[in-house]
């Protein structure tokens, strides 16, 4: 038999455990059978055996009774029982080990939350500084806005308040302040590129009378944008701005 193999055998594993109880004699005449025929096959079986063989006379002589403390292995006990409880308690550190790496892992991501939340703070800290220096609270941090002229059509009934572009990394934002389009009616924004292409800018649904604000989103970039125009859902302009 292949011996690493067999280690891993569980039969193995069960047959060794009964070679204690072989060499103190306390096995069936069955059980002796059955592990003699293992032996027979397991060169590691009988390296074991052969080590544990002469500690059956000491273990034979000791009486439990006369144990007033659980008793601790001496040196001289056996490698065979050494070597077992080494291999326990690297499996037990190794255990422990791992324990202590989650609780660090866990420590870390905590501290890190800390962090961040100390980073907040003092953010929040250096506002609240800042405003104790000035007359008037700091006003919250805006994202400048490029104001754009937004021409309402003649005859489309809009008129436009005011209008703007914010630039993003991600795109450009455009902001109408206006009344006047149409209940119920979709509008669509829609920017021209640098390369003469319309390209979506977002979409909204007309007010009537009432003031609307609106923010519209697209991906173009503002150094792309060349002009922006309102359309209504016939496709006519009813806005527009060339920038
Ligand atoms: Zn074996």
């Given at each position: 038999?292949?011996?690493?193999?067999?280690?891993?055998?569980?039969?193995?594993?069960?047959?060794?455990?009964?070679?204690?109880?072989?060499?103190?004699?306390?096995?069936?005449?069955?059980?002796?059978?059955r592990?003699?025929?293992h032996?027979?096959?397991?060169?590691?079986c009988?390296?074991?055996?052969?080590?544990?063989?002469?500690?059956?006379?000491?273990?034979?002589?000791?009486?439990?009774?006369?144990?007033?403390?659980?008793?601790?292995?001496?040196?001289?006990?056996?490698?065979?029982?050494?070597?077992?409880?080494?291999?326990?308690?690297?499996?037990?550190?190794?255990?422990?080990?791992?324990?202590?790496?989650?609780?660090?892992?866990?420590a870390?991501?905590?501290?890190?939350?800390?962090?961040?939340?100390?980073?907040?703070?003092?953010?929040?800290?250096?506002?609240?500084g800042?405003?104790?220096?000035?007359?008037?609270?700091?006003?919250?941090?805006?994202?400048?806005?490029?104001?754009?002229?937004?021409?309402?059509?003649?005859?489309?009934?809009?008129?436009?308040?005011?209008?703007?572009?914010?630039?993003?990394?991600?795109?450009?934002?455009?902001?109408?302040?206006?009344?006047?389009?149409?209940?119920?009616?979709?509008?669509?924004?829609?920017?021209?590129?640098?390369?003469?292409?319309?390209?979506?800018?977002?979409e909204?649904?007309?007010?009537?009378?009432?003031?609307?604000?609106?923010?519209?989103?697209?991906?173009?970039?503002?150094?792309?944008?060349?002009?922006?125009?309102?359309?209504?859902?016939?496709?006519?302009?009813?806005?527009?701005?060339a920038?």
């Amino acid at each position: 038999m292949n011996e690493d193999r067999g280690h891993l055998d569980p039969a193995h594993q069960a047959l060794r455990e009964m070679l204690g109880a072989l060499v103190l004699g306390h096995l069936t005449s069955a059980e002796t059978d059955r592990v003699q025929a293992h032996l027979d096959g397991c060169a590691a079986c009988r390296a074991e055996l052969e080590e544990i063989t002469p500690l059956a006379g000491l273990l034979g002589a000791v009486d439990p009774a006369s144990f007033e403390t659980p008793p601790t292995p001496p040196p001289g006990l056996g490698d065979a029982i050494r070597r077992q409880v080494a291999a326990e308690r690297v499996a037990r550190d190794d255990d422990e080990l791992g324990a202590r790496r989650d609780a660090a892992r866990r420590a870390r991501g905590r501290r890190t939350r800390l962090v961040a939340a100390a980073a907040v703070l003092a953010v929040v800290g250096v506002g609240a500084g800042l405003g104790l220096g000035r007359a008037t609270a700091p006003s919250p941090p805006t994202v400048p806005m490029e104001q754009i002229r937004l021409a309402a059509a003649p005859g489309s009934g809009v008129t436009v308040d005011s209008a703007g572009l914010v630039n993003h990394t991600w795109g450009t934002e455009l902001r109408i302040v206006g009344e006047g389009f149409h209940a119920g009616e979709v509008f669509h924004a829609e920017f021209r590129t640098a390369d003469g292409e319309l390209v979506p800018a977002g979409e909204f649904l007309g007010v009537g009378a009432a003031t609307m604000t609106c923010n519209l989103q697209s991906a173009a970039l503002r150094d792309a944008v060349t002009e922006v125009v309102i359309l209504d859902e016939d496709g006519s302009a009813v806005a527009s701005s060339a920038l």
